[in-house]
């Protein structure tokens, strides 16, 4: 059979699992994303090889690796992939009623505020999309990685995105239980933290977050110290609550908490407030029917 035969033979999906396996470096990872069992990937990836005559990825009981050919192969596929995909968009935009999958980046303390709010309604009016939602904390390339848009506060949107806003400014919280407070000085000042344990938040690249501060139109930062150090802000919640120390949330996460009487919010003049969250995708990039919807439901909101 000619070469351009055997590339003609496989079709779209087993191209698209080996694009997966390549961009997640897992076949585990890449199963959870297509929706397959590591089997039926491991299977498909394997036709694919076999075809082509030649060995694309290099595997071992840890890792997973394109092979020198793998690599020259996905360098041509995944474009020629994303055109196609943009074909179909494009097709599927002159239905009536949005259709397809949605796949979205974002943070996990981004997806607790909108799925109420936002996922779980659209779902309801557009019952022909669906919507993956996946969160991680670090800042990603959505074009590479495959994800239709993304949602992060404003300062972490990339440069080259269009921008929707979808919330109002988010108001920050200094925020302790009643337990931990019982017998220590509260803090009047941001600079007193620095005698307490406080919950430290740690970035996605790493570093540890200092605490910012407002004091009229001077902005200012505190290292805090403590003995536990948290990257999710859910988690800070619930150390918070057990007493562990005092937290640094968004006051949208310990609202409730506070008006329960389960926490005791502090330094409420000194805390900032900064701009919410906003959905981002390529500028380049036509949006398909069900992102735009997406995008209108935001916008009447």
Do not use: K
Request: proline share 5%; aromatic share 6%.
């Amino acid at each position: 059979m000619p070469r351009s035969g055997i590339i003609r033979a496989g079709r779209l999906a087993e191209l698209e699992a080996v694009a997966a396996v390549a961009r997640q470096r897992s076949f585990r990872l890449a199963a959870l994303d297509l929706g397959l069992s590591t089997t039926a990937l491991s299977r498909t990836v394997a036709n694919v090889e076999e075809r082509l005559g030649v060995r694309l990825f290099a595997r071992t009981t840890r890792s997973v690796a394109l092979t020198s050919a793998g690599e020259r192969f996905v360098a041509r596929m995944v474009p020629a992939l994303r055109e196609i995909g943009a074909a179909i968009e494009d097709a599927t935009d002159e239905r009536d009623t949005p259709a397809g999958r949605l796949r979205i980046n974002c943070s996990s303390g981004a997806a607790h505020q909108i799925l109420s709010s936002l996922v779980l309604p659209f779902l309801d009016r557009y019952p022909a999309v669906s919507i993956d939602l996946v969160t991680e904390e670090r800042l990603i390339d959505i074009v590479a990685q495959g994800f239709d848009a993304g949602i992060r506060q404003a300062e972490s949107v990339p440069t080259g995105m269009t921008c929707v806003p979808i919330s109002g400014p988010v108001r920050f919280r200094i925020v302790a239980s009643p337990a931990y407070l019982a017998g220590r000085e509260m803090p009047r000042v941001p600079a007193d933290l620095l005698a307490h344990r406080c919950i430290r938040i740690q970035l996605a690249n790493g570093a540890s977050y200092a605490w910012e501060f407002q004091e009229g139109t001077r902005g200012f930062m505190i290292d805090v110290s403590g003995p536990l150090t948290l990257d999710e802000p859910a988690l800070m919640r619930r150390a918070a609550l057990a007493g562990a120390g005092i937290a640094y949330i968004a006051d949208g996460r310990v609202a409730a908490d506070i008006a329960a009487g389960r926490l005791v919010s502090l330094l409420d003049e000194w805390t900032p407030t900064e701009e919410g969250l906003y959905l981002y995708h390529p500028s380049r990039r036509h949006p398909s029917g069900a992102l735009r919807a997406l995008i209108d439901m935001i916008q009447r909101s």
